[in-house]
């Protein structure tokens, strides 16, 4: 018996529906954005506010947003390049500088709406989960955590950056099942969270652990992997330290510092200066005189 191949018709052609530009490239998950954007219609025009948290291979984005028909809005943002100004001059993509750099997001956040002397936030990092409480005053500023396509594993970076927003004094709803250090013992066993493995992430104890491993067994690699933290003193035991001080100069200081930028030396053009008249009639006059000695010779 022949199989019969499926066939595309006219009718379906017809009525095929091109996806959105950002689904084709693969960047947006529009199922999981249309959930974080939509808001309650009886709040009318309230800005539904997204925690947004990016990784490159050398940088950490992270946003406060919301969305509108003319597209997002961003009201507040950090980066992970900023921490030099801070004291962290290396390791700018691991999960403690993912804790830092949603620190400062938080701090410059509530800094910018007034609320970062009503909420302070959690000072004392012991790895514990942490969540805001309504002050006397203003109500917690709150934000969705939006996480774009990275998959959700436990220990993944993105949870280093909102635990450093929730420190920071945003209320951003959350579990402590994505932390590093949580355990499941699997079908009807105890699960919790470690708060000790946990407070090693956020003070960098998984590198200084492998700072010592290295160190060890490969003194070259070492030497070679680790040559920002060598060049500023920083060695393993000296980690949790220079962490702790990054986060209290962030709590002193989180607003942005603007570039300053210098006006060019001289104006350039590129488009072909208008001649004059007379400009134009002695250029003529001198191409003549040209001619007409090329003859004479």
């Known amino acids: 018996m022949a199989i019969a191949k499926a066939t595309k018709t006219k009718a379906y052609f017809k009525r095929y529906q091109v996806k959105y530009r950002r689904r084709r490239a693969g960047k947006t998950d529009y199922r999981a954005r249309l959930r974080l954007v939509t ?21 950490i984005i992270t946003q406060v947003t919301y969305a509108t028909m003319a597209g ?15 004291g962290l001059k ?10 830092c750099t949603g620190l400062l997001c938080a701090r410059r956040m509530l800094q910018k709406f007034g609320m970062d002397k009503e909420y302070e936030g959690n000072s004392e990092v012991t790895g514990e989960d942490y969540n805001v409480e309504q002050g006397e005053g203003r109500a917690p500023f709150k934000a969705l955590l939006d996480v774009g396509l990275v998959r959700t594993t436990t220990g993944n970076r993105v949870f280093g950056a909102l635990k450093g927003a929730c420190d920071g004094g945003m209320e951003i709803p959350h579990s402590d099942k994505r932390f590093p250090g949580y355990m499941n013992d699997g079908k009807g066993g105890s699960a919790s969270l470690d708060a000790e493995v946990h407070r090693k992430y956020i003070f960098g104890g998984h590198v200084g652990e492998y700072m010592e491993m290295l160190e060890e067994e490969e003194p070259e690699k070492y030497q070679s992997h680790f040559a920002k933290f060598l060049a500023e003193g920083v060695d393993a035991s000296g980690l949790e330290d220079m962490y702790k001080a990054v986060h209290a100069a962030i709590r002193a200081d989180p607003s942005p510092k603007l570039t300053e930028k210098k006006p060019p030396a001289e104006k350039r053009s590129w488009k072909m200066k208008k001649l004059t008249y007379e400009e134009r009639k002695a250029n003529l006059v001198k191409r003549l005189e040209a001619f007409n000695k090329g003859d004479e010779e």
């Open 39 to 59: 808001q309650d219609k009886n709040k009318y025009n309230t800005p539904k506010y997204r925690f947004v948290v990016r990784f490159t291979r050398k940088d």
């Open 72 to 86: 997002d809005i961003v009201v507040c943002a950090a980066y992970a390049h900023e921490l030099p100004r801070y």
């Open 90 to 99: 290396a390791g700018l993509s691991n999960y403690a500088a993912a804790y």
